[in-house]
C-alpha cells in the first residue's frame, strides 16, 4: 500500500512569511507524528496526534509553530513568520500502534 | 532527558565485507529499539526493531543486537552492498510512551566498491 506521503518536497520562502507542510499518513495508522532535522542532527521531536485524544505538542519549539490533523488523518504543520533558524527538513512519520514509525520523505525549508 | 549516541560517526567499509553500526543508550527502562536507514534525499526507512526480552533479532542480512547491561546495541549488515551506503539511526523507546521516542544522530556508513 501507499506510504507516508508529504508535500511540498521543497519550500523556499522569505523570513517573515507563514508556510504550511502537509502530511498523508499511512491508511489506518491512528497515530501522527512530526520531526524536524538538521543537518547532521538527529530527530527533533515536535508534536505528537493519537487518534482523537488531545495532541502532545512539548516539542514545538516556539508558538510560531502549530499543526493540526483533521478527521484523525491528514495534519498540516504551520510555521508563522518564518526565521532562519527554521529552515531544516521536516518530517512525518505515522504509526498503527504508537510503535514502529513510518516516515514520509519529508519536507526540505529554506528560508532566505 | 534520554540520550542515545553512536560511537562512529562515520564507517567505511570494502563492498562484501560485514558492517556493525553501534549504539548506546542513557535510560536502562527503555524496552523497545528500533534502527532505521536514511539515504540521501529521502526519509527514514525502518530497517529492524528489537524489544527489551530479546537479545538478538535477525531480519534479511541484517542482525540487532542488544546488550541490556551495558545499554548498548549494534546493527549488523552482512555482505554490505553499495545500496547500504546511508546514514544509519538508532532509536529507544519505552513501550506505551508512544510519544517519547529519541534518535540518535547516526552513522553514515561509506561502502567502498
Known amino acids: 500500500g501507499a506510504g507516508v506521503s508529504q508535500s511540498p518536497s521543497n519550500k523556499v520562502t522569505e523570513k517573515g512569511k507563514d508556510v504550511e507542510l502537509r502530511c498523508d499518513p499511512i491508511?489506518?495508522?491512528?497515530?501522527l507524528y512530526w520531526y524536524r532535522q538538521s543537518l547532521g542532527q538527529g530527530l527533533e521531536f515536535l508534536i505528537y496526534?493519537?487518534?482523537?485524544?488531545?495532541?502532545?505538542k512539548s516539542g514545538l519549539p516556539s508558538d510560531r509553530f502549530s499543526a493540526e490533523r483533521t478527521g484523525g488523518s491528514v495534519s498540516t504543520l504551520t510555521i508563522q513568520r518564518t526565521q532562519q533558524e527554521d529552515s531544516a527538513v521536516y518530517l512525518c512519520?505515522?504509526?498503527?500502534?504508537?510503535?514502529?514509525?513510518?516516515f514520509g520523505p519529508g519536507t526540505r525549508l529554506t528560508v532566505l | 532527558g534520554e540520550s542515545v549516541g553512536l560511537h562512529l560517526p562515520t564507517l567505511s567499509v570494502q563492498e562484501g565485507d560485514n558492517s556493525i553500526i553501534n549504539c548506546a543508550y542513557s535510560?536502562?527502562?527503555?524496552?523497545?529499539f528500533i534502527w532505521y536507514k536514511q539515504e540521501s534525499g529521502k526519509g527514514p526507512q525502518f530497517i529492524i526493531d528489537?524489544?527489551?526480552?530479546?537479545d538478538k533479532r535477525q531480519g534479511q542480512r541484517v542482525t540487532v543486537l542488544l546488550n541490556k547491561t551495558v545499554k548498548h546495541l549494534s546493527l549488523q549488515i552482512a555482505a554490505t552492498q553499495p545500496g547500504d551506503s546511508a546514514v544509519y539511526f538508532c532509536?529507544?523507546?519505552?513501550?506505551?510512551?508512544?510519544?517519547?521516542?529519541?534518535f540518535g544522530s547516526g552513522t553514515k556508513l561509506n561502502v567502498k566498491p
Open positions: 528489537i524489544r527489551s526480552n530479546m
Open positions: 512519520a505515522s504509526s498503527q500502534r504508537g510503535d514502529t514509525q513510518y
Open positions: 532509536a529507544e523507546n519505552i513501550v506505551g510512551n508512544f510519544n517519547k521516542f529519541y
Open positions: 535510560n536502562s527502562a527503555s524496552d523497545y
Open positions: 496526534f493519537q487518534g482523537n485524544s488531545a495532541p502532545d
Open positions: 491508511s489506518g495508522h491512528t497515530a
